[in-house]
């Protein structure tokens, strides 16, 4: 079974976003990781740019199939992990820790729309 962090917002697209304050860390979830495989390529937006919830902001390919990124809120871009430029298969050791984009959140009521541990559990299954 994949690992599942209480605590953290899910989308049914398999994004997670970690909320501290105004800003939200954006990854895929350990589930996620475990169905692409070996992770070879994560295609991040620039700082600054606006992500808006439910659209594309990326992409992770892996070695089986390539898999858009959706962002589970709307806000903009602070930072991207730059880590994944050079090892993207740090995904693979641990999804939760290695975030992909960090966005000041525009709406956090959007959070409301978003799974809890035990919702997204049950849709992993």
Do not use: R
């Amino acid at each position: 079974m994949a690992k599942v962090i209480e605590g953290l917002y899910y989308s049914e697209s398999h994004e997670y976003v970690k909320v501290e304050g105004e800003f939200g860390y954006v990854g895929i979830t350990d589930y996620a990781q475990s169905q692409l495989g070996n992770v070879v390529y994560v295609d991040m937006p620039e700082v600054d740019d606006e992500v808006t919830a439910g659209e594309e902001f990326g992409a992770v390919e892996s070695v089986k199939a390539a898999s858009d990124l959706f962002s589970p809120v709307s806000g903009t871009v602070v930072a991207i992990n730059e880590a994944l430029e050079d090892s993207p298969e740090l995904i693979n050791q641990d999804a939760f820790e290695n975030w992909i984009i960090k966005v000041q959140l525009s709406d956090p009521s959007e959070l409301d729309n978003l799974l809890t541990a035990n919702d997204y559990e049950a849709i992993c299954k």
